[in-house]
């Protein structure tokens, strides 16, 4: 709780896979800018290591994954190759296009949430501030 | 009923010389394109005219703003009997799984009653990749996976490139459009004789919209655009090299106005490219064609579409000095937006794409898309794309509105609201023109803020209920989620079989001869004076897939960084 009234939480916001159509990440990035979170935002396309990558220099609590063309399928690896990089405590969104039972593996890959089109601006916002605060207690101590 | 036949016009309005030669040649032009073989009555018995004007007789005023079909300023249409003589082409975009998959889908299509067939290919294709560079989750979900000469032929097989017209979603450098003039000349099809579009080549809405696609730096993409579009003027005179497309800018969050105005600025910036280069503008821009969004904004839309070609018909007159109605002619394909499309209550979709449909219709279009109402749950499936192609079929035999010509033309609104888009298209195009054109203005990232403000304020008017969406911010049903659709995905084994077919080929080739090829293609791209469309042909019969074109391009040409304006 005292890093949430201190320091603002931190969330990378990005696609990776192959599509780029960044209207929704953008959109979704200032929301979260808006509500005074510390947005990281990338160029779409990454690569699972670069977001692996950038998630543990920009310390990050949250991560928002875009996806409108499948991309989303990747979502499981990205988990696998944050937990090995000792980044298990990153919690990990979904916005875009995705396919109900595809949710369901998502959950299943440890997903925290799934947003759809026609999903709110608090919704959002509440989500990743929860998020974020889990994150927080679930950081390992060094 | 205070509308009144053409012929009465005639002899009842005789203080207008001038109109009674284009009223004239309009209905000759009609005539001699129908004749009475056209009649049509409505249910009521009522013989239905093909085109209806002022019943006080055409003024001067009237003449210049709207006219005639076919003829300058083109407001109600490019072609003298428009819709009722050819109606649009049924264009559906697909796209899954391997060659295969498409060339079995494609004949479905076909016979259900498309008339022209789109060929999308796999992100990895548009991202300039080979499948087996990819990750294979992602292999042939929302495309197919086209690499090679052979994967082409596979996709064309029994589909006769002289009578079908083919729409290819092929970005910058046209691997796939190389690729299919390769498979005619083993059809045995004349490139004079092969028709279509590309129309994935408008590299500038691919550095402000969307970033779905592989792009060379600007000036490479200019140059092989360049290129490509002076080969099609010599060899391949039937294909439009060229689409602009609005449709991505206006996805990513640009008014319909404001996509309007940038795309007739991109296009103003290719045909001035094209004049730069020596070629004749009394050629290029016959081929010229546009690609645009439909919203459910429906008067907005059709008069966007309205001021749209009256504003392209005097663009080229005043940059290019034509006078030639013909190259005047704006002909646009257009797809119904899938932005508008609500996840909630997704069979409502099906009301939402009939009135897009409807607006693109009346705003005079050439060629249509519908999406299926999973768009925004999935990649379409193949049922739900017949319900789509079903729904242009309904609009034009059940509700008629092909009869008549600019149906809503005269309409006090569409008219006043015509204008008033016009004006707003005119002022983004002075806004490009003050950055020193369109291409200056997407360097420096002018048009990308401009799409993204607008995108945020339509954010806002959502959120704030201005703007009400039935089913999200309005009319909301607890829904089963287990009733909406599932989309049976390629199967991973055999997308992976297909990697590895290509695996095979590709050690299969003699590593000289693809060192001649690369080297070859390399040094076309070098010299100022070769063609690198000509030198991809040559390139993709020498056995060279997409990707090891695109390989070399990109060493040469520099790669199109994406530019975000956050």
């Known amino acids: 709780m005292s890093r949430l009234q201190s320091t603002p939480p931190r969330v990378l916001v990005t696609k990776i896979g192959l599509d780029g159509h960044d209207r929704g990440s953008r959109i979704v990035a200032s929301y979260l800018r808006d509500a005074g979170m510390e947005v990281v935002y990338t160029n779409p396309w990454q690569e699972i290591e670069s977001v692996v990558k950038l998630a543990m220099e920009e310390d990050v609590d949250v991560i928002g994954i875009s996806s409108l063309a499948t991309d989303h399928l990747l979502v499981p690896k990205l988990m696998k190759a944050l937990e090995s990089s000792g980044l298990s405590h990153i919690r990990v969104i979904v916005g875009g296009i995705v396919p109900d039972l595809d949710e369901l593996a998502l959950q299943k890959a440890g997903v925290s949430r799934v947003f759809h089109p026609g999903s709110s601006r608090e919704d959002i916002v509440e989500t990743v501030q929860q998020l974020a605060e889990q994150a927080l207690q679930a950081r390992p101590t060094f | 009923m205070n509308e009144v036949k053409l012929d009465q016009i005639l002899t009842e309005d005789e203080h207008h010389t001038g109109d009674d030669k284009s009223a004239e040649r309009w209905r000759s032009e009609y005539e001699t394109q129908l004749g009475e073989k056209s009649a049509i009555y409505n249910r009521s018995g009522i013989k239905v005219e093909p085109l209806y004007t002022p019943s006080s007789g055409m003024d001067t005023a009237y003449l210049k703003k709207l006219g005639f079909p076919g003829q300058e300023p083109m407001t109600r249409g490019i072609y003298p009997t428009m819709h009722r003589g050819r109606t649009w082409s049924q264009r559906q975009l697909i796209g899954l799984g391997t060659p295969e998959h498409f060339n079995a889908r494609v004949k479905n299509m076909l016979k259900a009653g498309a008339s022209a067939l789109s060929l999308i290919p796999c992100n990895s294709v548009y991202r300039g990749y080979d499948c087996d560079q990819v990750e294979p989750e992602l292999l042939g979900t929302c495309g197919t996976v086209v690499n090679t000469v052979e994967d082409m032929d596979i996709c064309l097989r029994d589909i006769p490139l002289d009578s079908v017209s083919v729409a290819l979603n092929d970005p910058l450098p046209f691997t796939m459009f190389a690729q299919m003039l390769a498979v005619a000349d083993k059809q045995g099809v004349s490139w004079s004789k092969i028709t279509g579009t590309s129309n994935q080549s408008d590299y500038v809405s691919h550095f402000v919209a969307n970033h779905m696609f592989y792009r060379l730096s600007l000036p490479g993409s200019r140059r092989v655009l360049l290129d490509t579009m002076e080969f099609c003027a010599k060899n391949v005179q039937r294909w439009n090299p060229l689409s602009v497309v609005g449709q991505h800018m206006q996805q990513s969050g640009a008014t319909p106005a404001e996509a309007m105005g940038l795309t007739l600025s991109t296009a103003l910036q290719y045909a001035k490219d094209c004049q730069a280069r020596g070629m004749d503008p009394n050629k290029f821009l016959a081929r010229f064609t546009f690609f645009f969004d439909i919203s459910i904004s429906f008067f907005e839309e059709v008069a966007k579409f309205r001021a749209g070609r009256r504003i392209w018909a005097s663009l080229v007159k005043q940059h290019f000095g034509i006078t030639d109605e013909r190259l005047m002619r704006f002909k646009f394909h257009a797809q119904t937006s899938g932005c508008d499309l609500t996840r909630q209550q997704p069979l409502n979709n099906i009301a939402r794409v009939t009135i897009q449909a409807m607006a693109g219709i009346f705003g005079g279009l050439q060629s249509l898309h519908t999406d299926g109402y999973d768009e925004v749950l999935s990649t379409p499936g193949e049922d739900i794309a017949k319900i789509a192609i079903a729904t242009q079929n309904i609009l034009k035999h059940e509700a008629h509105l092909c009869d008549v010509i600019d149906p809503l033309g005269g309409s ?89 077919k290509l695996r095979k080929m590709k050690s299969a080739r003699s590593q000289v001869s693809v060192d001649r090829s690369t080297q070859g293609l390399r040094n076309a791209v070098r010299s100022d004076n070769e063609n690198v469309f000509a030198a991809e042909i040559e390139a993709v019969r020498a056995g060279l897939t997409q990707g090891e074109i695109i390989a070399v391009l990109r060493e040469e040409l520099g790669f199109g960084h994406p530019l975000i304006v956050a």
């Open chain 2, 412 to 500: 006090y609104y569409v008219e006043s609201l015509t204008d008033e888009m016009e004006e707003e298209i005119l002022k983004v195009i002075q806004k490009i023109d003050d950055q020193g054109g369109m291409y200056s203005a997407v360097e420096s990232g002018f048009v990308q803020a401009m799409i993204g403000d607008s995108a945020m304020s339509f954010q806002e008017q959502v959120e704030s209920g201005d703007q009400i969406v039935v089913g999200v911010n309005a009319y909301r049903e607890q829904e089963d989620a287990s009733a909406r659709p599932v989309l049976e995905r390629p199967d991973t084994e055999i997308m992976q079989a297909h990697a590895s």
